[in-house]
């Protein structure tokens, strides 16, 4: 082997192992603070300078606001290459969560307290093509769905009370996150935990220290003036916070 190749293979050992360390850092923008008549052009603003476009499906019924739905989802797959990351805060997600695989959806996540049978509706999401997410909401405890992650690959978990966007961010949900992350560390679970709900410049290196690596972020990136550069500086907080000290 030349000395340039064996020097990539190490380099790709080291990448491997680095990765099985630490997933890179999701920064996951919500389309929720963006212009609902601009849904492209907000998708278009953070166009390579994040790695999901998060989704906010709300029914009316799971939670009170009512936001979008399948043929939306379908226009904006066509609009952006950036992969879409549905949040489903719906009632009966068995009817509808797979839907949103088919159109295309990346990850497709749907609440624990809305669902009769998660670990059966996973595996649909997976055969589908999706990744599959299981979310709770502020009032729900995560020690009861410990044992099902391995079926997942998402686990997310509100920092607020699900339903709208601009709330306080709560720090007392972080312990979910530090239960969660010890869990599949010791599982050697491959499980992204997605926090959502209050993520901004001031909150986002805690979520990341309690072991986050998917940072959802509506009002803290199209509230902003220049969307890609506040989801850069969120990138950059949660990395510093997430490397090792
Ligand atoms: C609320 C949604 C969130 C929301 C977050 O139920 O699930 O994704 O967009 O908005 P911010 O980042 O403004 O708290
Ligand atoms: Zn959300």
Known sequence: MSGLRRGFATYTVRVAQFQAAQADTVIAPSLLAADFARLAEAAAAVEGAVDWLHVDVMDNHF???????????????????IPLDCHLMIEDPARW?????????????????????????????RTAGAKAGLAI????????????LPEFD????????????????I????????????????????????????????TIAAAAEAGADAFVAGTAVYGADD?????????ARADAARSPH
């Open 63 to 81: 939670v009170p606001n009512l936001t979008l739905g399948p043929p939306i989802v379908k226009s904006l797959k066509a609009a952006t290459g």
């Open 97 to 125: 969560a797979v839907g949103y695989a088919e159109l295309g959806a990346y990850n497709v996540t749907f609440h624990a307290e809305a669902a009769d049978d998660p670990v059966a509706l996973a595996k649909d999401l």
């Open 137 to 148: 909401d502020r009032d729900t405890a995560v020690e009861d769905y410990l044992d099902l």
């Open 154 to 169: 998402t686990l997310l978990i509100m920092t607020i009370k699900a339903g709208f966007g601009g709330q306080q961010f």
């Open 171 to 202: 720090p007392a949900m972080l312990d979910k996150v530090r239960t969660a992350r010890a869990h599949a560390s010791g599982g050697h679970l491959e499980l992204r935990i997605e926090v959502d709900g209050g993520i901004a410049d001031d």
């Open 227 to 235: 969307p890609a550069d506040a989801a850069r500086r969120l990138r």
